[in-house]
Nanobody, 124 residues
Framework: QVQLVESGGGLVQAGGSLRLSCAAS????????MGWFRRAPGKEREFVAA????????LYLDSVKGRFTISRDNAKNTVYLQMNSLRPEDTAVYYC?????????????????WGQGTQVTVSS
């Protein structure tokens, strides 16, 4: 079992930055691929970014490339999402997910664990 707790969400003006964190329980964090997903009001949950077990491989949603960066610190059992140049359309609840895998995983149904989410609101 892996428990995930997200933090770092909040209200920010367009063009601003936020850094989301996802703290994971357990001793085998480094054996899990991690991902960030989001759900905006009235929309389906969508993939945002993913990272493999070592941090050497990452993938991003096209609309966040160059603005968001996913990273992980296996010593701290934590994955991060640095979000810069935020836009109103980035407003959503952001979820951290984990799956026991060595490759990058982008499909939400392939993940086994997820957190409660953290709200990000970007004002125009």
């Amino acid at each position: 079992q892996v428990q995930l707790v997200e933090s770092g969400g909040g209200l920010v003006q367009a063009g601003g930055s936020l850094r989301l964190s996802c703290a994971a329980s357990g001793r085998t964090f480094s054996s899990y691929a991690m991902g960030w997903f989001r759900r905006a009001p009235g929309k389906e949950r969508e993939f945002v970014a993913a990272i493999n077990w070592s941090g050497a491989s990452t993938l991003y949603l096209d609309s966040v490339k160059g603005r968001f960066t996913i990273s992980r610190d296996n010593a701290k059992n934590t994955v991060y999402l640095q979000m810069n140049s935020l836009r109103p359309e980035d407003t959503a609840v952001y979820y951290c997910k984990a799956v026991h895998a060595i490759v990058v995983v982008t499909k939400t149904y392939e993940y086994d664990y997820w957190g409660q989410g953290t709200q990000v609101t970007v004002s125009s």
